[in-house]
């Protein structure tokens, strides 16, 4: 299986249903559970060119009508990124538009020249040539905030682990000596407002929330986004990333 570190579906399951060769100079790119999933922005830019009125496939189209419904955005890194074969109605930006990575853009469709809902993928270089867009999947990705996050939950796990290795009693002691007057619970407020999914191996938010029986809706995400201090919460994947992991260290508080 072909390792992605980009991502351009929002649930970050792609599955590569047709690579990139001299005649099929883009990927076709699937979910993993096979559902219309919402595609987003790989990199930030500008758009281009949208096309949003085509309602059904057509196998008998020629030029830019394969594409069906699509966007094409300039990123700021040089490169051109098409999306195409979007759902009738699902494509939500326009010509101008400044939309940043992790941006939800439209929803995977079969519009155009397509054989099975899916996203087509083309990605140009800065000199304008049709490129492997493998080349922008795997590129590294920015982790100096992920990092940053890393080493505060490990400091919040040792903190953790040392409060649990101590004496009860030695707790109580501490608390009364600085507010007497409290009454003691064992039960911390955090043990019971954090959420926790230590086993989901994938990297989805809303899959991992989903297996634990929370709401994965836009809304409550963006609920559980405030309340853990990620603000203008708007499904980028770089916030989706921070709830994730946040999660799977049962560290994110809930909404």
Avoid at 3 to 18: A, R, Y
Avoid at 210 to 229: F, V
């Amino acid at each position: 299986m072909i390792k992605i570190v980009g991502h351009v579906l929002q649930n970050m399951s792609e599955v590569i249903s047709n690579e990139y060769d001299s005649n099929h100079q883009a990927l076709d790119i699937v979910s993993s559970n096979h559902t219309e999933t919402d595609i987003i922005a790989l990199e930030n830019g500008i758009v281009e060119t949208v096309v949003k009125n085509i309602k059904e496939t057509n196998h008998n189209t020629k030029g830019n009508a394969t594409y069906g419904n699509y966007v094409k955005i300039k990123q700021t890194n040089g490169k051109t990124a098409l999306y195409a074969h979007m759902k009738y109605g699902s494509i939500n930006v326009n010509i101008g538009d400044f939309v940043e990575k992790g941006t939800i853009i439209g929803t995977m469709g079969e519009t155009g020249n397509a054989y099975g809902k899916h996203l087509h993928l083309e990605i140009k270089n800065e000199q304008g040539i049709k490129e492997n867009p493998l080349i922008s999947l795997n590129e590294p990705i920015e982790t100096k905030n992920e990092e940053n996050i890393k080493e505060e939950n490990i400091e919040e796990a040792k903190v953790k682990e040392e409060t649990e290795e101590t004496n009860i009693e030695d707790i109580k002691d501490i608390q009364i000596a600085k507010e007497p007057n409290k009454k003691i619970t064992k039960n911390t407020s955090a043990e019971k407002e954090t959420l926790i999914n230590s086993t989901y191996q994938n990297g989805s938010i809303v899959d991992a929330l989903k297996e634990i029986n929370i709401d994965s809706s836009y809304q409550n995400r963006k609920k559980l986004a405030i309340a853990n201090g990620i603000t203008n919460y708007h499904g980028t994947y770089d916030q989706n990333v921070k709830l994730l992991k946040l999660l799977k260290d049962g560290n994110l508080k809930k909404a």
